[in-house]
T-cell receptor
Framework: NAGVTQTPKFRVLKTGQSMTLLCAQD?????MYWYRQDPGMGLRLIHY???????AKGEVPDGYNVSRLKKQNFLLGLESAAPSQTSVYFC????????????FGPGTRLTVL | GENVEQHPSTLSVQEGDSAVIKCTYS??????FPWYKQELGKRPQLIID?????GEKKDQRIAVTLNKTAKHFSLHITETQPEDSAVYFC????????FGAGTTVTVRA
C-alpha cells in the first residue's frame, strides 16, 4: 500500500513551457486535492475533486488545470509556466469531504526559470 | 472563504519545556480542526485533530483545545524533545481545508 505518490519529484521548466504533475492514490479515496506551498504562506488549495470525472477550483486556480479521469489519479497541468509558479506542489486525498483526514503525497519541487 | 491565522510564526523552546501554538478562524461553519507536522523536505503529516463537538483532545504529549465561541484553537506540546522540531500547521474546514501559515518550532537541547 503506497498511499499517495507524486511524479516527478523535481522539475525545472523555462517560462512558457508546459508540464503535467501526476498524483496517484491506492486507498480508494473519493476526494483528491492539489496544494502549493510557498515560504511563509502555508498550503494553498489550487483545485480539488470530489470524485472521478469532477473537478473544482480552490483558492489559487489561475494558471492551472486539472483532470480526474480515473478515481485513483489526479493530474495538475501548467499550460504556460511562469516564475510565480515556482513552488512545492503537494497532492492529497481523503475518503470524504473536508472533515476527513487528508493524506499527503511526498511533494514535487518545481522551479520555473 | 475561511481565513486561518496562526501565531507565533517561530517558536524556540528549551528541551523539556512546553510549546503552545494558537490559531483563529473566521468561518463559524468550520467544524474540523486538524494539526499537521512537517519536517524539513517531507510531506505534512497529521498529528492530532479535533471536531466541533469536542473541547479538548489529548494524545500522549500533544493536546488540542477548541473554543468555538471565540473561534480559536490551540496546540500544546509538553515535555518537548529535539524530534519535535518541525513546522506545524493548523487548519480549519467545513468542506475543504484552509491552512494557517505555519509555526517553525525549534527545540534547543
Amino acid at each position: 500500500n503506497a498511499g499517495v505518490t507524486q511524479t516527478p519529484k523535481f522539475r525545472v521548466l523555462k517560462t512558457g513551457q508546459s508540464m503535467t504533475l501526476l498524483c496517484a492514490q491506492d486507498m480508494n479515496h473519493e476526494y483528491m486535492y492539489w496544494y502549493r506551498q510557498d515560504p511563509g504562506m502555508g498550503l494553498r488549495l489550487i483545485h480539488y475533486s470530489v470524485g472521478e470525472g469532477t473537478t473544482a477550483k480552490g483558492e489559487v486556480p489561475d494558471g492551472y488545470n486539472v483532470s480526474r479521469l480515473k478515481k485513483q489519479n489526479f493530474l495538475l497541468g501548467l499550460e504556460s509556466a511562469a516564475p510565480s509558479q515556482t513552488s512545492v506542489y503537494f497532492c492529497a486525498s481523503s475518503p470524504g469531504p473536508g472533515t476527513d483526514t487528508q493524506y499527503f503525497g511526498p511533494g514535487t519541487r518545481l522551479t520555473v526559470l | 472563504g475561511e481565513n486561518v491565522e496562526q501565531h507565533p510564526s517561530t517558536l524556540s523552546v528549551q528541551e523539556g519545556d512546553s510549546a503552545v501554538i494558537k490559531c483563529t478562524y473566521s468561518d463559524s461553519a468550520s467544524n474540523y480542526f486538524p494539526w499537521y507536522k512537517q519536517e524539513l523536505g517531507k510531506r505534512p503529516q497529521l498529528i492530532i485533530d479535533i471536531r466541533s463537538n469536542v473541547g479538548e483532545k489529548k494524545d500522549q504529549r500533544i493536546a488540542v483545545t477548541l473554543n468555538k465561541t471565540a473561534k480559536h484553537f490551540s496546540l500544546h506540546i509538553t515535555e518537548t524533545q529535539p524530534e519535535d522540531s518541525a513546522v506545524y500547521f493548523c487548519a480549519a474546514s467545513d468542506y475543504k481545508l484552509s491552512f494557517g501559515a505555519g509555526t517553525t518550532v525549534t527545540v534547543r537541547a
